[in-house]
């Protein structure tokens, strides 16, 4: 028996395939693109192991994908490729497109020809589990309940729109087709092996480089935030007892501000690698002009998950973020190493050289 991850060397799911090995599952089999935030680093510990096995591609192509089908005979695909970045959406959003739209339709066509051809009993057992996010509901006042997985979809970013848009086909696929499919949205992730482009990495990583901690407006807008581990945790039980057909939202019941969150890095900063000069982190904060359609808020309502399956997060935030600062302190080559020329150029591009020195760039909430 084996999966198939899509995007198991960016960072969700390169902590999915390394939990998912290290605890015993079947072998893997790892399709990626390596963009920009898929990075070979994240897999480095698994080197020569036989039961991971790397292929260097795109989930919309359909023939690579049909070979891969063919060849390894997987019980289960687990889909976390997509273009994820709020701000670079709003700068070029045809990537999002192509990619979490057209390149899940490409896959789902793979995959549902693939299921199509097993026995009855491979057809039964077979999953197809897509990742997905929150952000696809839009947005909640203070007052709001949080996002039930009945919500209406209101995503109001390429980036949200194209992942609603692909939770849309996936949800098709199985009402036309009969395709076995699953379906997690979940909220803000944080933890090892997350690209410094997102808010807590970045605050970490720029408040070691002695730059700005730039945070966008006033920096009150309100993410629930979820260990990855956690996250990875929910997936597995998801794909082992969830119902055919079913969304789970998968949250850490940690709702806090952007701004919070900051001071939080800040004072942890403080006291695992103070500055030389013994001056508090949050000095460095620096308020700039918030994004165009920057959601106020979002809050997930987990209790389906743990009540159908019996999941709830093991992380509390004060546990999950100080064991994040602490991997980024203890992992300055990855974090030396993940910063390339395309990532700066890219900083350049969104927020100007006079922003940018570095690794500064305009914090993002998710």
């Known amino acids: 028996m084996t999966i198939l991850v899509t995007g198991g060397a960016g960072f969700i799911g390169s902590n999915f395939v390394l939990d998912w090995l290290a605890l015993g599952g079947e072998p893997v089999v790892n399709l990626d693109k390596l963009t920009y935030a898929g990075n070979l680093q994240n897999l480095a510990s698994l080197e020569g ?21 063919a060849q390894h005979r997987p019980r289960a695909v687990v889909n976390f490729a997509a273009e994820s970045h709020v701000d670079r959406s709003i700068l070029g959003p045809g990537a999002f497109i192509q ?12 995959v549902r020809a693939y299921w199509g051809a ?3 009993s491979a057809q039964a057992a077979f999953r ?5 996010t929150d952000e696809v509901y839009g947005s909640l006042s203070k007052t709001d309940p949080a996002f039930t997985e ?7 970013s390429p980036y949200s729109a194209s992942k609603a848009a692909s939770d849309h086909l996936v949800r098709a696929y199985h009402h036309t087709y009969g395709l076995p499919v699953l379906t997690t949205n979940c909220s803000n992730n944080y933890g090892p092996y997350h690209f410094p482009e997102k808010l807590i990495p970045l605050m970490i990583v720029n408040a070691q480089a002695g730059k700005a901690l730039p945070v966008y407006g006033d920096g009150q807008q309100v993410r629930d935030w979820l260990y990855v581990k956690d996250h990875c945790s929910a997936i597995r039980r998801v ?14 019941w940690n709702e806090k501000p952007n701004l919070e969150i900051v001071h939080t890095v800040c004072r942890l900063l403080d006291e695992l690698k103070p500055r030389a000069d013994a001056k508090p982190y949050k000095d460095q904060i620096t308020y700039v002009t918030d994004r165009p359609g920057h959601d106020r808020r979002y809050a997930i309502d987990a209790r389906k998950i743990e009540q159908e399956l019996g999941w709830k997060p093991a992380e509390t935030f004060e546990s999950g973020i100080r064991k994040t600062v602490k991997w980024y302190l203890d992992n300055p080559d990855w974090v030396t190493n993940v910063q390339s020329g395309a990532y700066r150029d890219w900083l350049a591009q969104q927020y100007g050289g006079a922003q940018v020195s570095g690794t500064a760039a305009m914090a993002r909430s998710s």
Do not use: C
Request: charged share 20%; glycine share 12%; net charge negative.
């Open 239 to 252: 794909l082992d007892a969830g119902r055919v057909g079913e969304v789970y939202n998968v949250g850490g």
């Open 128 to 132: 197809f589990l897509h990742v997905s």
């Open 150 to 156: 009945t919500n209406r979809y209101e995503p109001n």
């Open 99 to 110: 990619t979490n739209i057209v390149g899940t339709f490409q896959l789902l066509e793979a």
């Open 118 to 120: 097993l026995d009855a």
């Open 49 to 69: 192991n036989p039961k991971h096995v790397f292929v260097h591609g795109d989930m919309g192509d359909a023939a690579l994908v049909t070979r891969l089908l």
